[in-house]
């Protein structure tokens, strides 16, 4: 089992340019989260999947949107890059609502934009 | 909403000594999880301990312990025989077991410096 992974571990963008982040879970996970880490802020939450091809908003939604086709994949994008938007940002998965465990979560992807 | 809060940017302790790390947390529910997460340098999100709500006793996972004080919604974490590999930031987090979404709310962490 990979767990939980995220495409790519790093990226530079110019102000303006669109990505896309990938997470993949091969767990079987209903529920999905795209959290981000900014220095003495914590994690807070982006957008959030409670099964395919759900998504809802999270704490921090401006600027972002998310896709969840398929239930082991959701999708983080980014159409016009802010330098606001410069963080570490996590994928999370979690089994179910009652589930007990905190979730899992992949490795990171750190995001610098210009 | 749920907030969490760690109220030390910073902690030190020297190898091998003992070290409590601080985590208040404000919720209006009675039924929730909290976690304490470990993110060494790696940026890895490290599962360390976890506490029910509607249990009394405190959770305990080897030289990691917490000390979880319902109604004065406290949840530190005591850190036992400190090693070197304890290094790292450390995070707070809140679950409620009502909420649809299962979000975690996190606190804005702990950095832990291990002094040899």
């Known amino acids: 089992n990979a767990g939980v992974t995220q495409t790519p571990k790093f990226r530079v963008l110019k102000t303006g340019q669109s990505m896309t982040l990938l997470c993949a879970q091969d767990?079987?996970?209903?529920?999905m989260y795209w959290y981000r880490q900014d220095p003495g802020m914590g994690l807070r939450l982006i957008h959030y999947s409670v099964g395919e091809g759900t998504t809802a908003k999270g704490e921090v939604p401006d600027g972002y949107n998310v896709s969840r086709l398929k239930k082991q994949n959701f999708l983080l994008g980014l159409e016009s890059a802010a330098p606001s938007q410069t963080s570490v940002y996590f994928c999370?998965?979690?089994?179910?609502?009652?589930?007990?465990?905190?979730?899992?979560f992949g490795p990171g992807t750190r995001l610098t934009v210009l | 909403a749920q907030t969490v809060t760690q109220s030390q940017p910073e902690m030190s302790v020297q190898e091998a000594e003992t070290v409590t790390l601080s985590c208040t947390y404000d919720t209006s529910e009675s039924d929730y999880y909290l976690f304490w997460y470990k993110q060494p340098p790696s940026r890895q999100m490290i599962l360390v301990i976890r506490?029910?709500?509607?249990?009394?006793q405190n959770a305990t996972e080897n030289r990691f312990s917490v000390n979880f004080q319902k109604a004065a919604k406290s949840f530190s974490l005591k850190i036992s025989d400190s090693q070197l590999g304890d290094a790292a930031m450390y995070f707070c987090?809140?679950?409620?077991?009502?909420?649809?979404?299962?979000?975690?709310?996190f606190g804005e962490g702990t950095q832990l410096t291990v002094n040899p």
């Open positions: 767990m079987n996970h209903e529920y």
């Open positions: 999370a998965s979690s089994r179910s609502r009652t589930s007990t465990a905190g979730g899992f």
């Open positions: 987090a809140y679950r409620s077991a009502g909420d649809r979404s299962s979000r975690l709310t």
């Open positions: 506490q029910e709500a509607y249990k009394q």
